[in-house]
């Protein structure tokens, strides 16, 4: 069968996805860059085909603990937000991962701190991937570089997130959120009836008790601190196998590279740019684009390292914060610099070849 292919923006792209994966429900709140998100939903009215339920809460932290509520009877639910929003609802955010739910949140960045600007950034990577709130927990982090991969990347976090029953976050920026690409779009799938949550989600989901099914308690709160460390156990054990099975990358030009540009989502597209303006001036440069931010690509960079790259150069719309997970893999083997902009202001290629060549390549 012949795919669909359309001409589409970031934001509403990830709305069509969340329709044709099968989404129970999307609870949001407006907010710059990725109102288009919601406002897409609406104005294709899901309800009305599939049954999807799409609202407008009074608020973030109101649209957090809706997805709360659903995702504790095993439905398919998403929400979506920026920067100041995401933080909001940063403490539902960690009961859900204290109940182990799956659900889909997106940050479509913008810069910042506090209300900051309505342009891209990247400034909230230490956010999404060092947890995201209080407690011992992490997202599973997925960093999209096309309107593609938004559009994909939607079906993987709902997969990822019921396979490790954890929050999944696909980290966006305004740049890929209103840029217009072409996009392949998958085909419906139907969402799951009642039976087949209960068939495939019985062992935790709020199903209702009857004479055949027990009942169940969604719950993040043990006061007996002994429990309540078995279970933070439980959770780092599920993170090992995570970061065992689910790292995600891209590599470009590496496979003779002398010096390796590591770069995510919009900032990794400008950085393929200065990779061919290095080999063009006989620079052996090499780009990796990390896929998830969480679990991170530490071991194929550190097996670069060790195969005798001379320098890396981590390119970010921030002022430094992927750069620790890199020297982090390298472990002293090879020098490591970074490279930004922030403030909603983005690098061009020239830019990030400059400061290659001054960082790395022509380092004293």
Excluded at 236 to 247: G, L, T
Aim: net charge negative; proline share 4%; hydrophobic share 40%.
């Amino acid at each position: 069968m012949k795919k669909e292919v359309r001409l589409m923006k970031g934001n509403e792209v990830l709305a069509e996805a969340a329709i044709r994966c099968g989404a129970d429900g999307y609870f949001g709140y407006p907010i710059t860059p990725q109102s288009e998100v919601m406002e897409t939903l609406m104005e294709l009215k899901p309800w009305e085909t599939t049954g999807m339920v799409v609202l407008q809460a009074e608020s973030e932290i109101a649209a957090i603990n809706m997805v709360y509520g659903a995702a504790g009877t095993g439905k398919k639910v998403l929400t979506s937000s920026s920067s100041p929003g995401v933080s909001l609802m940063s403490e539902c955010f960690s009961y859900m991962a204290g109940a182990e739910l799956p659900c889909v949140v997106i940050n479509v960045t913008r810069g910042g701190p506090g209300l900051g600007t309505i342009q891209p950034s990247q400034s909230d990577y230490f956010q999404a991937t060092k947890g995201g709130a209080h407690g011992d927990f992490h997202f599973i982090v997925l960093a999209p570089a096309s309107v593609q991969d938004m559009h994909d990347f939607v079906f993987d976090a709902f997969d990822l997130a019921f396979k490790y029953r954890n929050p999944v976050m696909i980290l966006s920026d305004g740049v890929i959120g209103q840029m217009m690409e072409k996009v392949v779009l998958a085909d419906q799938r139907p969402r799951r009836t009642e039976a087949e949550i209960l068939a495939a989600e019985k062992d935790w989901a709020l199903t209702g008790k009857t004479a055949d099914r027990n009942e169940h308690i969604i719950t993040s709160l043990e006061l007996d601190p002994y429990a309540q460390e078995r279970f933070n156990n439980k959770l780092i054990e599920k993170y090992a196998r995570i970061r065992e099975n689910e790292v995600r990358y891209e590599e470009y030009m590496t496979e003779d590279a002398d010096y390796i540009i590591v770069a995510f989502g919009s900032a990794s597209r400008i950085c393929s740019m200065t990779v061919d303006m290095a080999r063009a001036a006989g620079h052996k440069v090499g780009l990796i684009r990390p896929v998830t931010l969480y679990p991170f690509p530490t071991k194929v960079l550190h097996e670069l390292a060790e195969r005798g790259v001379k320098g890396f150069l981590s390119a970010e719309l921030n002022h430094g914060q992927m750069v620790e997970d890199v020297r982090q893999a390298v472990n002293g083997l090879a020098p490591v610099e970074h490279f930004g902009r922030s403030g909603g202001a983005v690098f061009s290629p020239d830019e990030v070849y400059q400061a290659l060549l001054t960082k790395i390549i022509n380092r004293k």
